[in-house]
């Protein structure tokens, strides 16, 4: 525990002016960002007397050792670099919103030529529409089959329609009039991208005006006795009016708004957003945080929009955002909104009427959803936490491995052999931290020897970090990079886990004696019987096979055994796809595939002469004299034979055998204890 006081800036270092500080710890990771108004007089609050600071607030600056600044022009500069490096660098003391799943979208592709209506999770992309989020992805998929009647857009993936384009038939939407068919020129593409926009306007809210159109062209075709147009004109207007009783109105004056509500307690808040255009619920989320400091809700609700607009322009930013507190700084708030936005933005508190009914169903979801979260959170972490104090308890650590390294080693026969690394710290995977190792010290199958090399290669990386940064001597620690985020293997786990027995334990032991590491535990799991090795006991550690301990093991060296052949198979599919051309110093993949595309295959391209070789653009001459030696020393292919009629087949080589590394003759050994075949995860 530091002691504030030992890195408190002077008294008049601290500029009085807006800016945005950080703290960072002992390892030099940035565990909390915060803005103000007046560095001066926040920085202050954090220096005084330990006991009249709240609880929270006094746990991370005994955990710091060390606050820095960042000096701005504005308070809206303030809450934007804020919002970036809390994202950057995820400080552990900072509020972070989190939910357990990933919101579908419905998305319209208007950067393509031919727009594509879809339903998309993840990160929005630059040229698409979005609507919602929904609450699920059927939910979409219901809307979109109802409007598909009215706006046949295209929502076949790109393979579909390229292969529509190539056959010149359309899919079974094109036949049952559910897709224009662009892909067969029925349309052209300029129509078809005007129905997208008809499409996206009536997603937006611009419902009211389409509908009265389509009812004017029922009419004057029913007075034209165009009776079948205007029958499906009318099937038409019914399928609208379907989808938008999907989504009842809610604010009468077709208000654009997002409405966020909290509901708190001592340790944790949930929140919950309504999204409401044109009057109508478009879309929900939720998000729920540990109130790792000493927030308000008006606090809590600034972190919200922070992480709801942070990445958002135009009219992805409502006119309107009612929450149930404003934030400290609520002009700077507003402010950062309308510029987001481009346009004003109203941030305020709902005083009566429709919205603040409707405010209150969305405090009431929020309730719910703390209430759900505590009910699955309090099993999860008892459980997680007898998990780690049986482990302690079974390997006699001194306190339970917090951080929990696994390694693993995986070949085909001796041949591309690989290491894993993965992480878990506080039972939960960290699968940022997980590494990947090519074997360089030997060739051949020896799982003992992989295993010394890879614990040696991964601990010589921590003691040269710490070794560069002087730790040894000054006591000055520096396990991030300076702009805090973290180096690569840079902290040290409470435990070592080998996917293995006595021989791979043994080997992971050696490896930290010879580095003179002595404060890491190291175990083997077999997985024969599920034993759990220790160094230098002939009797392994046997736990109930009920323990949470021993089912946490076992996911980690699950989890190890996975990405280890994950890795494997795809070093095995590159070598199984690699080619003479490869062979060819300076040669990357760009120039490869042209010389492919001009030549159309290497049997013709062995053929080619120099100069010919020389016309490729992007290949001079010294490149095509290594290409054509290159080729000439490789030796063809074997001809391809039909095994069924005994017909040889013509020769059509691209570079790459028809052995695909995916197949079922081919046994994976992952670890000397692990001679089963490899299964895809």
């Not at 595939?593 to 295959?601: E, N």
């Amino acid at each position: 525990m530091a002691d504030p006081s030992s890195y408190r800036p002077k008294p008049g270092q601290i500029p009085d002016s807006p800016g945005v500080y950080k703290f960072r710890d002992e390892h030099r990771r940035v565990i909390y960002v915060g803005k103000a108004k007046s560095l001066r007089q926040r920085l202050a609050n954090y220096f005084q007397d330990l006991a009249g600071l709240h609880p929270r607030t006094r746990t991370m600056v005994t955990t710091a050792a060390s606050v820095e600044w960042t000096v701005v022009s504005t308070e809206v500069e303030a809450l934007q670099l804020e919002y970036s490096w809390i994202k950057e660098f995820d400080p552990r003391f900072n509020v972070k919103y989190r939910d357990d799943k990933s919101y579908p979208y419905l998305a319209v592709t208007m950067n393509e030529e031919f727009p594509r209506v879809q339903v998309m999770r993840g990160h929005k992309r630059k040229g698409v529409r979005y609507f919602g989020p929904y609450g699920h992805a059927w939910a979409i998929r219901d809307t979109v089959d109802l409007l598909l009647r009215v706006f046949p857009v295209r929502t076949c993936s790109a393979g579909v329609f390229k292969n529509a384009v190539r056959t010149g038939r359309p899919c079974l939407l094109g036949y049952i009039g559910k897709c224009s068919a662009p892909c067969v020129e029925r349309v052209s593409a300029d129509e078809h991208r005007d129905l997208a926009e008809e499409f996206c306007d009536f997603m937006a809210g611009r419902t009211g005006t389409y509908i009265r159109r389509l009812e004017k062209q029922m009419t004057d075709a029913a007075e034209e006795m165009e009776y079948e147009r205007a029958g499906r004109l009318r099937d038409d207007i019914e399928a609208l009016k379907k989808a938008m009783e999907k989504s009842a109105v809610v604010l009468a004056d077709a208000t654009d708004a997002d409405l966020i509500a909290v509901a708190e307690d001592e340790l944790e808040a949930a929140v919950q957003i309504f999204h409401v255009r044109g009057g109508r619920v478009r879309g929900q989320r939720g998000w729920v945080t540990d109130k790792v400091e000493a927030v308000t809700t008006g606090d809590l609700v600034e972190h919200a929009l922070q992480q709801l607009y942070g990445e958002e322009t135009g009219d992805s930013v409502p006119k309107e955002v009612l929450v149930p507190a404003l934030p400290e700084l609520a002009e700077t708030v507003q402010e950062w909104l309308t510029e987001r936005r481009g346009s004003n933005v109203s941030l305020r508190i709902p005083q009566r009427g429709d919205k603040k009914a409707l405010m209150e169903t969305v405090r009431r979801n929020a309730q719910q959803s703390l209430v759900l979260h505590k009910t699955k959170r309090a099993s999860d972490l008892t459980t997680r936490s007898r998990a780690l104090e049986e482990i302690a308890e079974a390997l006699e650590l001194d306190s339970a491995p917090l951080r929990i390294e696994c390694y693993d080693i995986s070949h085909l026969q001796g041949d591309d052999v690989v290491a894993s690394m993965v992480v878990f710290e506080d039972g939960l995977q960290r699968k940022s931290e997980y590494r990947r190792f090519q074997i360089k010290g030997f060739e051949g199958q020896d799982d003992v020897r992989s295993m010394h090399e890879v614990i040696t290669r991964r601990f010589r990386r921590y003691i040269a970090e710490k070794e560069k940064t002087g730790e040894w001597t000054d006591g000055e620690n520096a396990l991030t990079e300076d702009d805090g985020r973290p180096k690569r293997f840079a902290y040290p786990p409470q435990l070592v886990v080998v996917d293995g027995g006595q021989p791979q334990v043994a080997a992971a032991k050696k490896a930290l004696d010879e580095l003179g590491i002595d404060d890491i535990a190291v175990c083997g799991l077999a997985k024969r019987l599920e034993e759990v090795w220790l160094p230098d006991d002939d009797n392994p550690v046997v736990l109930p096979r009920t323990s949470e301990g021993l089912y946490l093991l076992q996911r980690v060296r699950d989890e190890a055994h996975r990405f280890a052949i994950t890795y494997q198979r795809v070093k095995r599919a590159k070598r199984f796809r690699s080619g003479p051309l490869d062979d060819v110093p300076g040669l990357g993949e760009t120039r490869k595939q042209a010389l492919i595309k001009h030549f159309g295959s290497v049997k013709k391209l062995r053929s080619a002469t120099i100069d010919q070789i020389c016309e490729v653009p992007g290949i001079g001459r010294k490149t095509a004299e290594m290409i054509a030696v290159a080729l000439a020393q490789a030796a063809p292919a074997a001809p391809a034979v039909n095994t069924a009629t005994g017909e040889i087949m013509e020769d059509e080589e691209d570079g790459a055998p028809e052995t695909t590394a995916d197949s079922p003759e081919e046994p994976v050994t992952a670890g000397a204890s692990d001679k089963r075949r490899g299964q895809e995860t």
